[in-house]
């Protein structure tokens, strides 16, 4: 592990500076921290895939975060969220990606 710098540049996206590896490592514990389920990494491809369960108020959701290492340095972080079935999320969606982001912010400092 190694330190990590995370800069908001969208409402769904990050540019993260550290070593690419601890970037991957310090996803899926954001991921894990906001109570998703980490199904699928790849590294190499820079995919990480979770879900969440079903609730009372959903059929749960996937989460998907990309990592792309940008030519100027840092790496780019991508979250997507989607519902697992159904057509109106009510803002679920939002809410997980704006969730997932902030503890990435949060944690981030005390990483490594």
Not at 76 to 91: E, R, T
């Amino acid at each position: 592990m190694g330190p990590i710098q995370i800069m908001r540049i969208q409402a769904d996206a990050v540019v993260a500076q550290g070593p690419y590896e601890s970037l991957i490592e310090f996803c899926n514990y954001v991921l894990t921290y906001c109570g998703f389920a980490v199904g699928m990494v790849n590294p190499a491809g820079g995919y990480i895939q979770a879900s969440s369960s079903m609730s009372l108020f959903s059929w749960g959701e996937n989460v998907a975060l990309t990592l792309r290492t940008m030519p100027e340095g840092g790496i780019w972080i991508a979250v997507q969220s989607s519902l697992k079935f159904g057509l109106i999320d009510w803002g679920k969606n939002r809410r997980n990606v704006e969730k997932i982001i902030s503890t990435m912010m949060s944690l981030a400092p005390s990483w490594g």
